[in-house]
């Protein structure tokens, strides 16, 4: 099996900053990688997918990068809407990411 | 539009079997394949299992022996059974829609609870 190993847990940012947040896989996964924001109560919703492919409607402040075992999902000019966790996903074994709880200082 | 939303009992005692369905909109079995994610509360998402556009269907592994998923095409409904209920079993459980290529998941239902308790 394919481990994700997602990292921050847990994040706090201002308003207006830049994040990153990271996910490694145990093996290449060849760009086979979503990434998803969970509101509280709410369903996943898909940012990324492919890696880098901004899903239809997802603000262009998200954006995705990565290859080979090691990738990340980048937010700019964080918004008070973006408050949520984010979870990374692989195809290959579909499995998750531990997910990344992310709050405004 | 894309939708799928989930249906089920909220409740089911230990050692039971759940049965939930998964009734969706806009889009074909026979075009789309169909999974069942879950999540326990407070904690990350799993996938269980789905049911692949063709038919045929995969498990995770750690839940396959008391897994089983079926559809009916005509009613545009999957379904997920379980059997040998454990309250670590308790979870939001959710539906989704991925393609056949790229397996990632852009649709989802809104989820529905279990409960394993007696």
């Known amino acids: 099996d394919i481990q994700m190993t997602q990292s921050p847990a847990s994040l706090s940012a201002s308003l207006g900053e830049t994040v990153t947040i990271e996910c490694r896989a145990s093996e290449d996964i060849y760009n086979g990688l979503a990434w998803y924001q969970q509101k509280p109560g709410k369903s996943p919703q898909l940012l990324i997918y492919n890696a880098n492919s901004l899903h239809t409607g997802v603000p262009s402040r998200f954006s995705g990068s990565g290859s080979g075992t090691q990738y990340s999902l980048k937010i700019n000019s964080l918004q008070s809407e973006d408050v949520a ?21 | 539009q894309v939708q799928l939303k989930e249906s089920g009992p909220g409740l089911v005692q230990p050692s039971q079997t759940l049965s939930l369905t998964c009734t969706v909109s806009g889009f074909s079995l026979t075009s789309n ?34 897994l089983s998923i079926s559809r009916d095409t005509s009613k545009s409904q999957v379904f997920l059974k379980m059997n040998s209920l454990q309250t670590e079993d308790t979870a939001i459980y959710f539906c989704t829609r991925s393609g056949n290529y790229d397996w990632y998941f852009d649709f989802w239902g809104p989820g529905t609870m279990v409960t394993v308790s007696s």
């Open chain 1, 85 to 105: 966790s984010y979870f990374c996903q692989q195809y290959y074994d579909l499995t998750f990411g531990s997910g990344t709880k992310l709050e405004i200082k």
């Open chain 2, 33 to 66: 394949s169909v999974h069942w994610v879950r999540q326990p509360p407070g904690k990350g998402l799993e996938w269980v299992g789905a049911i692949w556009s063709g038919g045929s269907t995969d498990y995770n592994s750690a839940l396959k022996s008391r």
